[in-house]
């Protein structure tokens, strides 16, 4: 089993790729990320080893959940400054592209132990 840290800079990695081949390349690279991304990918992982049978929309829950503990909330355009993403919304209203993160983020937890 691959630690937790290195499991959530490959989390990010993998999810990076995905939007770059949707052509979202706002995305930075693990060692680029800010502290407060790492820490969210961090806090992914931890969710679904301590729940291996939570599925997509309880990804995106524990995702909300954390975003909104720490200030987060809806925005039409991702502004970390202004602490504003449009994801803030529950997992049956969020496009079906941005769903399959949370499924491929979980498929890559199991992964990796």
Same mark, same amino acid.
């Given at each position: !089993? #691959? %630690? ?6 490959? $989390?990010?990695?993998?999810n990076r790729a995905y939007c770059? *081949?949707?052509?979202? =390349? *706002?995305?930075? *690279?693990?060692? @680029?990320?800010? @502290?407060?991304?790492? #820490? ?16 997509? *929309? ?5 995702? #909300? ?13 991702? %502004? ?7 994801? !803030?919304?529950?997992? %049956?209203? #969020?496009?079906?592209? =941005?769903?399959?993160? @949370? ?8 992964? $990796?132990?």
């Amino acid at each position: !089993m #691959l %630690d937790t840290k290195k499991t959530a800079e490959i $989390c990010h990695e993998v999810n990076r790729a995905y939007c770059a *081949s949707l052509g979202d =390349q *706002s995305q930075p *690279s693990w060692i @680029d990320a800010p @502290d407060w991304q790492k #820490l969210s990918a961090v806090k992914g992982v931890e969710f679904h080893r301590a729940n291996p049978e939570a599925g997509p *929309s309880a990804s995106h829950e524990s995702w #909300l959940k954390e975003k909104h503990e720490t200030g987060w909330v809806f925005g039409a355009v991702k %502004d970390p400054v202004k602490k504003e993403h449009p994801c !803030m919304v529950p997992y %049956d209203q #969020l496009p079906a592209q =941005q769903q399959a993160k @949370d499924a491929l983020f979980i498929a890559v937890v199991k992964s $990796c132990g």
